[in-house]
């Protein structure tokens, strides 16, 4: 199978640390055909702005980080009319809904991300790697990904090809 990996903040930001799970840069480094999507991108932008709020230095470093890894020729999955559409359609859903909102009372800000790097692997047929696989479950129930991936655990949630979820040791909330 020619996997192609849209890869989760969860995931990359492992190359970014002082301390990064060597697994996960092992299996980086193994597969070819990985993709950041604009979600993640943004994920990134978001979390190096609220830092410099408190820590102007790291913030700086994750800059560095965050240009060296858009310089390395990775391929980007832009928002493109499909993604877009798909990405409308999950906004529209109301199971969906506490991705995008805070819980009242809440200052966390929702930004909807994960629905987006999910939208563009449904329209550019990805394989969603990532760590937090319980939010991704969540969106496959309503619409299915082309694959659900954690490197860390070498674990396929969704299978490419068999839409149903693989719960080994995994419980949904």
């Known amino acids: 199978m020619n996997l192609r990996y849209a890869l989760d903040s969860s995931v990359l930001s492992e190359t970014s640390k002082q301390r990064?799970?060597?697994?996960?840069?092992?299996?980086?480094a193994q597969v070819r055909r990985l993709?950041?999507?604009?979600g993640t991108i943004i994920e990134f932008e978001y979390g190096i702005h609220l830092a410099a709020e408190h820590d102007l230095e790291k913030a700086l470093a994750l800059t560095?980080?965050?240009?060296?890894?858009?310089?390395?020729g990775m391929r980007v999955a832009e928002t493109d009319?499909?993604?877009?559409?798909?990405?409308g359609q999950m906004r529209a859903c109301g199971a969906l809904r506490p991705f995008f909102e805070a819980p009242v009372g809440s200052r966390r800000i929702k930004?909807?991300?994960?629905?987006?790097?999910?939208a563009a692997a449904i329209a550019h047929e990805l394989v969603i790697a990532t760590?937090?696989?319980k939010d991704f479950l969540t969106i496959h129930r309503y619409f299915p990904l082309p694959g659900l991936?954690?490197?860390?655990?070498?674990?396929w949630y969704v299978v490419p090809g068999d839409k149903?979820?693989?719960?080994?040791?995994?419980?949904?909330?």
């Open 20 to 28: 990064p799970d060597l697994g996960i840069l092992l299996w980086l």
């Open 164 to 173: 149903r979820v693989r719960y080994r040791d995994f419980v949904a909330a």
């Open 149 to 155: 991936y954690n490197p860390k655990e070498d674990h």
């Open 131 to 133: 760590l937090n696989v």
């Open 111 to 118: 930004g909807g991300q994960d629905v987006h790097i999910a």
């Open 81 to 87: 009319v499909n993604v877009a559409r798909k990405y």
């Open 35 to 38: 993709v950041i999507p604009v």
């Open 64 to 72: 560095d980080w965050l240009e060296g890894l858009l310089a390395s």
